[in-house]
């Protein structure tokens, strides 16, 4: 592979809190040449600038509650019509529920494509856990205290966990192994999309 080569591959990223999701979809997508479409990175980047919706993102996340579904799909509808996501993405926090799986088919299909291949980093809850502790810790996380951990990882146990048998029934779930090295998930993932014949923009 070439690093003018471009593939185009339309990618979601789904895992607990924790799992690890941001760094692994930097480097998804830096090998297929795409943008990483991330709700939490644009909502924290509307709080650092003190914009309106910063503010209203910040009750709810100091809530331990997740950002409403109207809002979080007109954001990433917008930031998928911009140019640079033409040929390929890869989502991570959206969608989360049955609600918003709906809302993107509907918005990828009347552009004529589709999700590609959805990557499962699967972590168990006590790692996760483990990992978020720490994170607030280190980070000083104002949305990270236990309790707003827990009702997190409860969220996505509740809501996010079923679209994945939506997704399953298309056959495009790829279930990675999400504990252990970093590079060893990485090269896990890769193994996974080229499998399904999905070809990396940059050599590792």
């Known amino acids: 592979m070439t690093a003018s080569a471009h593939s185009s591959a ?3 990223i789904v895992g607990p809190q924790g799992s690890g999701k941001g760094t692994q979809g930097v480097r998804i997508a830096e090998a297929f040449g795409i943008p990483v479409v991330s709700t ?3 909502f924290r980047a509307n709080i650092k600038e003190g914009t309106a919706l910063g503010a209203q993102v910040t009750a709810i996340l100091d809530r331990g509650d997740l950002v409403p579904d109207e809002l979080t799909g007109e954001i ?3 930031r998928l019509s911009q140019p640079d996501a033409a040929q390929g993405f890869l989502l991570d926090g959206y969608p989360r529920n049955a609600a918003q799986v709906t809302h993107l088919d509907a918005f990828l299909a009347a552009h004529g494509t589709a999700l590609d291949a959805v990557v499962l980093l699967d972590v168990p809850r006590e790692e996760s856990l483990a990992r978020l502790t720490l994170r607030a810790i280190e980070q000083g996380r104002s949305d990270d205290t236990a309790q707003a951990i827990a009702h997190r990882l409860d969220i996505y146990e509740n809501e996010t ?3 994945l048998a939506a997704y399953g029934e298309r056959g495009i779930v790829d279930r990675i192994d999400g504990v252990g090295d970093f590079d060893q998930i990485t090269d896990r993932v890769f193994a996974a999309l080229e499998a399904r014949g999905l070809e990396r923009a940059v050599a590792a």
């Open 10 to 12: 339309r990618l979601l």
């Open 40 to 42: 939490g990175d644009m």
């Open 76 to 78: 990433v509808r917008d």
């Open 161 to 163: 966990a079923p679209i």
